[in-house]
C-alpha cells in the first residue's frame, strides 16, 4: 500500500513536470504575447516601446531560461508578477481558489444528493413513467448547454422575484456565501447530477441483475436493504470515478458559469489571463489545476479500496 | 449697500442655500465595468475602460463644462488652473494654479507636477510609462516652464488654439512627479474628488470620497464602486434588477437601450454618438492598393446607409472623419457631405463608376479581384467586416474574412501585413488637431496605413493655428474631404452607444460628442 502510494506520488511529480513543460511552450507557440495586447488598449504599437515592455518582462531571454527561472522560483515558493496587474501571482491567484473551491464543492454536493438518489430510483422502477420522466431530466441536463441554463434562471430571478443572483462583492459570511452560490453551483451541478444519475442508473441496473442480489432477496432481506447495502455499494464505483473526474473538471472548467454568474473564480481569471499572455498567471493556474486533478485522481482510487474490500494495491 | 441691494442678496443667498440642499450627501455609486481595465494609468490607455474609473481620481488643468452638451473650445472652465493667459504671439499659454491643493498622498500640488506630466507624455523625458498614446496630441509644445510652485508656461511652436480642449480632456489628468509610473499603473494618485481604494483584476475597481478635496462640499457621494462583469447580458439583468445604478458609458447597445426601457420604463438612457468609427484600412503599399484607382473603387463599393441599417437599425451616423453634426462640432454639413465621391445618395451610380474603373483594370463578373479582408475577431469588427465583403462583390472583388486574434491584430497593422483591414477606432476629443496629428499625419503610430500627403500636413498646421473656428471648420471640411477622396482610411460609419441610469442618480451629465469627458463624477449625487 505504502509503496504504490509512493509510486503514485512519483508518477504525480512526472505528470506535473510534463504539464509544466506543456503549457510553457504551448504559451509561446500561440502567436502574439503581452506587449502587443497591452498595446491594444493603446490602439498602436510603438516598436521601441514594445522592446522595452519585452526586456523589461525577460521575454527576451531564451527558452530554457525563462523555463528554468520560473521552475527555480516555484521551488523557492516564488511564482513570479503578473503582467498584468504587476501584483505578486500569488497575491492573484490565492483569493480566486477558495471562491472556485465553494462553488465547486457546493455544485458536487448539489450533483451527488440529487443525481445517486435519483439514479437508483430509476434503476429500481425501470421503465415505468418515473424512471421515463427522471431518463427525460438526465438528457436535458446533459444536452443545455450551461450558459443558457444560467441566463435564463438569471432572466427567471429579475422577472419574478426582481433580484439577480449573481456575485457583486465578498460575502461577509458563510451564509452570505451560501445565499449567493447556491444558485449557480445548481445550475453547474445540474449537468454533473444528470451524468451521475445516467452512470449510476446503469450501473444499478447491471448490479441488480447479478446472482448475489438475487441472493440477498431470497434470504428475505428488504427492498431498501438489497438496494442500498447490497447493490448500491457495488454500483457505486464508477460513479466514484465520474465524481473524481468532474471535481477536476469543476476546479477549471466553470469558465461559463462564473462568467454569467460573474464569479471572480479560477477559471475566469484564467481564460482572462490567456487572452492576456500573461505567462506567469497561466503557467501557475494550469499547475494549480493540474495538482488539483492529479491528488483528486489518487484520492479516487485509494477510495476504492474502501468501497470495495476486494480491491488491494499489493506491492 | 442699499435695502434693494441686500434684499436681493438675501435672495440670492437663499436661492443658492436652497439649490444645495438640494443634494444628498452620501451613497456609493455602483458601476456596471464590461472588462478588465489594462491598468489604471489613464495616460497609458486610450479606453474607455480605463478613462471612466479612473478619472474621478484625479483633475486637470482646465476642464469641459459639464452643462455644455458639446464639449467645445468656448466651455472650458478652471480645474487646477486658477486662470489661463495666452501670450501676444498665441505662442505661450501660462496657467495661475490653485493653492493649496493636496495629493491624495498628502504631499502638495505644485506647477512641478504639471511640468513633469508634460515633460513625460510628450516625450521629452522618459517617464518609465510602458506606452504613450496620446503623444501626437501634444506636438506643439516645445517646452513647459515653471515660475514658483503656482505658475506653469506651456510654449508653443506655433498658435495653437485647440490646447485647451486637450487639456479639458479626460485623458489629460496631472500626475504627481513624485509617484513612479508603475505605482500610477495599479494604485494611482490624484488630487482627484476620490481616492482610489482597490483594484481586483477581472473583479471590481473602488473608489472612494476624497474628504480633503479641494472643492468645498464636493463630492456627494461617499464612493464609487465598478464591479467587472463581462458577460453584457448579465451586466444588463443585473441594472435591471437594481443592484447597480449606473452602466459603463456607451455599453447598451441602441436595440439593448429599448429592451431596457421596456422592462423599467422609468430608467434613464441616452444614445449618443461615442466618437468612434467603422473605418477601412487599405495597405497602399502592398499591390493592387498601390493603385490609386482600385482604393477608390474600394471607397466607391460602400452603401454606408446599409452600414447603418445593418448594424444599428439606422442608428449610426454618417460622416467623415470628423464627427457628423448635429453632436459633432467639426462634421461635414448634410449638404457639404453630398458632394463628397462616395457619399452621395445614389450608391449604384457610385458602383458603376467603380465597375467601369475594374473593368478598364481588366476584372469583371467572370474574372473577380481576389481580397483578404483581416480583422480583429470581436463582434462588432467581424459584423462590420461581412457587410464590407458583401459591398466589395458589386465591383467586382471577392472578399474573404480573416478574423484575428487582438494580440495579432495590432502587431500585423503595425508590420503592414495585410491588404484590406476593416477597423473600429475611437478618438477622445472632438477636434480636428487629435484626429489629424493622431491618425494622419505623417509617421504618426496611429496612422495604420501609413498615409503621407505634404501638402495635406500643411493643411493640418494650418487649420491648427487658425482662430477663427468658423474659417477652421470650412478648411477642416476640405482636408476631411481629400482624406476620404484618397482613400486615406475610408470611414464607414460613425457609432452610437447607450448608457442607462436609474433616476436616483442625479447631477450625471454627459457630452453629445465624446463619452471620454465627463467622469470627474464631484457634482454626482444619489437620491436614495
Partial sequence: ?315 | MGFVARLLMACLLTLCAGTAHAQKQGGVLRVTHRDNPPSASIHEEATISTDMPFMAVFNNLVVFDSDSKQNRLDRILPDLATSWKLSDDDKTLTFQLRDGVKWHDGKPFTSADVKCTWDVVSGKVDGKMRKNPHKTWWFNVKEITVNGPLEVAFHLTDPQPSLLVMLAGGFAPVYPCHVPAAQMRTHPIGTGPFKFVEFKQNESIRLERNPQYWKPGRPYLDGIEYSIIANRSTAILALVAGKFDLTLTGEVTPELVKDVKAQVPQMECLVQPSNTQGNLLVNRERPPFDNPLIRRVLSLSIDRKAFSDILSRGVYNIGGAMLAPPEGLWGWSPEFMATVPGYGADVEKSREEGRRIMRELGYGPDKMMPLKVSTRNIADYRDASVILIDHLKTVYIQGELEPLDSSVWYARLARKDYAVGMNVQGTGIDDPDVQFFENYLCGSERNYTSYCNADLEKLYHQQSMMKDQDARRKLVWEIDRKLQEDGARPVVYQSQGGTCWWPQVKGLKLAVNSIYNHWRFEDVWLDR
Fill in chain 1, 1 to 315: 500500500m505504502l509503496s504504490y502510494i509512493i509510486r503514485r506520488l512519483l508518477l504525480m511529480v512526472v505528470t506535473l513536470f510534463d504539464v509544466s513543460i506543456t503549457i510553457f511552450l504551448l504559451l509561446r507557440i500561440v502567436p502574439g504575447n503581452i506587449a502587443d495586447i497591452l498595446f491594444d488598449s493603446a490602439g498602436l504599437i510603438d516598436p521601441a516601446e514594445k522592446q522595452k515592455i519585452i526586456a523589461d518582462l525577460g521575454l527576451d531571454k531564451s527558452l530554457p531560461v525563462q523555463y528554468a527561472q520560473w521552475i527555480l522560483g516555484l521551488f523557492r515558493g516564488d511564482l513570479g508578477f503578473s503582467y498584468v496587474s504587476e501584483k505578486p501571482v500569488i497575491d492573484e491567484i490565492l483569493p480566486r481558489i477558495p471562491i472556485t473551491a465553494r462553488l465547486a464543492g457546493l455544485a458536487l454536493l448539489f450533483a451527488i444528493a440529487m443525481g445517486v438518489p435519483l439514479g437508483v430510483i430509476s434503476a429500481v422502477r425501470q421503465n415505468t413513467g418515473l424512471d421515463y420522466a427522471l431518463r427525460v431530466l438526465s438528457l436535458s441536463g446533459l444536452s443545455m448547454p450551461s450558459f443558457w441554463l444560467g441566463l435564463l434562471i438569471l432572466m427567471a430571478f429579475v422577472h419574478y422575484f426582481g433580484t439577480i443572483p449573481i456575485y457583486d462583492r465578498a460575502p461577509a459570511n458563510f451564509w452570505a456565501w451560501l445565499q449567493m452560490l447556491v444558485i449557480p453551483a445548481a445550475a453547474v451541478g445540474f449537468r454533473s447530477a444528470a451524468l451521475i444519475m445516467r452512470l449510476t442508473r446503469s450501473s444499478m441496473l447491471e448490479v441488480l441483475r447479478q446472482d448475489y442480489v438475487r441472493t440477498a432477496r431470497s434470504k428475505g432481506l428488504s427492498d431498501g436493504s438489497v438496494t442500498y447495502n447490497h447493490a448500491l455499494r457495488n454500483a457505486v464505483l464508477p460513479v466514484i470515478t465520474v465524481i473524481g473526474v468532474e471535481t477536476a473538471f469543476l476546479m477549471g472548467g466553470l469558465i461559463v458559469t462564473e462568467t454569467v454568474f460573474n464569479i471572480p473564480g479560477v477559471a475566469r481569471f484564467l481564460v482572462e489571463a490567456i487572452r492576456w499572455r500573461d505567462y506567469p498567471m497561466v503557467q501557475n493556474l494550469v499547475m494549480f489545476i493540474a495538482l488539483v486533478v492529479v491528488v483528486v485522481n489518487l484520492i479516487v482510487d485509494l477510495a476504492y479500496m474502501f468501497v470495495d474490500p476486494r480491491i488491494r494495491y499489493s506491492e
